[in-house]
C-alpha cells in the first residue's frame, strides 16, 4: 500500500499478507486536515511487484459557520477511486444526535461540492460527516457482513449555532466560475450580476477562518475579476461571493 507524499511521489505505507487481513490503519495521517491518495500493488510468490492500481483519494469535508444568519457552509472533496452516483449529508447534534440532512447527486467530473445548512438547531452545535455507498460493493471474506459498500469523510469540527435573525439576503445554491482550479494562488472569478452591485468577496480556509476579503462594484452581465494570494497555503478554501440581495458559495483549491 502506497501514500502519495508531500514531494509529489509515493511512498510505501504498508505491507500486508492478504491472507490474514484486507485493511491497513494510517497512524500517521490526520483526516481533519486534508484528503489522502493512495495506490495498492501486489507482490507474487516470486517476489515480483505489479504496477500500482488506480489511486483512491479520501473525501475530506469542512464546516464554514455564518452565525449573523445561523446557517452553515459546507464543501468537500469527491471521493476517487469507485463508482457511485450520490452523497449523504449527515448532521450530528447534541440534541438530535445523527441525522440525514440532504442528498446530493454526484456530477462526472466534478471534483468539489458545497451546501449551505440553512436550518441550523438553536442553542446547539453541529458536526457534518459526508457519506457514499458504492455502486458495486466489493465482495470480502475478511470483513463480518461480507462487503465493504459504504464510504465515509471526517467529521468536521464542531460548529456552533444561535437563534437566526432576520435578514434580506437571499442564500443561493448557485455558484460562480472560479478558473483556473485548482491553481497556485492566481485565478479569475466570474458572476453573472443584474445591474450595478456592490460586491463583498470573503475567502475562509478549512478551518473556517476568514483569510481574505475584497469589493468592488460590478458590472452588469459577466464581471470578471483578478484575484492574487501570494504566498497563501495549499489546501481547499470556500469562497462566499455577496451581492445586493443574494449569496453564492464556491470551493477552490490552492496547489
Not at 166 to 188: H, M, R
Amino acid at each position: 500500500i502506497y501514500i502519495l507524499g508531500k514531494t509529489g511521489s509515493y511512498q510505501l505505507l504498508e505491507s500486508i499478507d492478504p491472507r490474514l487481513t484486507n485493511s491497513a490503519m494510517d497512524a500517521g495521517t490526520n483526516t481533519e486536515v486534508t484528503s489522502y491518495r493512495y495506490r495498492v500493488t501486489y507482490v507474487d510468490a516470486c517476489g515480483n511487484e505489479s504496477e500500482p492500481g488506480d489511486y483512491h483519494s479520501t473525501m475530506h469535508v469542512v464546516a464554514s459557520p455564518d452565525l449573523s444568519l445561523n446557517r452553515a457552509n459546507i464543501f468537500w472533496n469527491a471521493y476517487e477511486g469507485v463508482a457511485y452516483d450520490y452523497f449523504q449529508i449527515y448532521r450530528y447534534s447534541t440534541l438530535s444526535g445523527f441525522e440525514i440532512l440532504d442528498t446530493v447527486p454526484r456530477i462526472p467530473n466534478k471534483g468539489f461540492y458545497t451546501y449551505t445548512d440553512m436550518d441550523l438547531p438553536k442553542d446547539d452545535t453541529v458536526q457534518y460527516v459526508i457519506v457514499t455507498e458504492v455502486a458495486n460493493p466489493c465482495e470480502s471474506l475478511k470483513k463480518s457482513g461480507g462487503t465493504h459498500n459504504t464510504i465515509r469523510s471526517n467529521k468536521t469540527k464542531k460548529v456552533p449555532t444561535k437563534k437566526s435573525s432576520a435578514s434580506a439576503v437571499t442564500v443561493t445554491s448557485e455558484s460562480f466560475g472560479i478558473y483556473p482550479n485548482p491553481n497556485q494562488g492566481t485565478f479569475f472569478i466570474d458572476a453573472g450580476v443584474e445591474g450595478h452591485q456592490d460586491m463583498l468577496l470573503r475567502i475562509f480556509n478549512a478551518q473556517g477562518r476568514q483569510v481574505y476579503s475584497t469589493r468592488w462594484t460590478s458590472t452588469e452581465g459577466s464581471d470578471k475579476q483578478r484575484i492574487e494570494l501570494p504566498g497563501m497555503a495549499n489546501g481547499i478554501y470556500l469562497l462566499q461571493l455577496e451581492g445586493a440581495n443574494k449569496i453564492m458559495n464556491s470551493a477552490m483549491v490552492i496547489e
